[in-house]
């Protein structure tokens, strides 16, 4: 991580960075469904597709030192919760840059960070990546595990 913030002006080169590299994956269709921008948090909203899950809400947030990325993953489990955490943190040791935590609500989170001195087009595609990756892999056996009566009275229907 930087020991001293970024200036004004890699700032603002940063931020028209990551918004034109964001505009050319919402214009070529890969998995960026929509893209919307708060300037005064410098913070971007990324709607990725999925297919466990149908999509995730990808916040982007620029700051002086750091490019902090985060996703809401699943709601608070409703029962198996030791099972459902020690699967997450099982899995927390083979994701790189992200790992999975709980917030607000006791919701689970995909989260990580980057030096902002790192954030180049590639960086950007590994970080969109590794958060499908992590969902499509994760979402749906922690569903299973967190909502278990739930799946059992769906397959009973």
């Known amino acids: 991580m930087a020991d001293s913030p970024i200036s004004p002006e890699r700032i603002s080169k940063l931020t028209e960075m990551i918004t034109g590299w964001l505009d050319n994956q919402l214009s070529s269709k890969t998995l960026v469904q929509s893209v919307e921008y708060n300037e005064q948090e410098r913070r971007w909203y990324v709607r990725i597709a ?3 899950k149908d ?3 990808v916040l982007l947030t ?4 750091t490019l902090h990325y985060e996703t809401y993953f699943m ?3 409703e029962e198996n919760r030791q099972e459902v955490f020690h ?3 099982r899995k927390n040791a083979k994701l790189y840059g992200i790992s999975f935590g709980v917030g607000s609500e006791d919701a689970v989170y995909l989260s990580g960070q980057i030096s902002s001195e790192a954030i180049d087009d590639d960086t950007l595609d590994w970080v969109i990546g590794t958060i499908y990756s992590a969902v499509e892999e994760c979402f749906k056996p922690s569903l299973q595990l967190g909502f278990a009566s739930r799946f059992r009275s769906r397959a009973s229907d």
């Open 62 to 65: 620029l700051g002086q030192r």
């Open 50 to 52: 999925g297919e466990e």
């Open 55 to 57: 999509n995730s809400m």
């Open 87 to 89: 699967y997450l943190l």
């Open 75 to 77: 709601p608070s489990p």
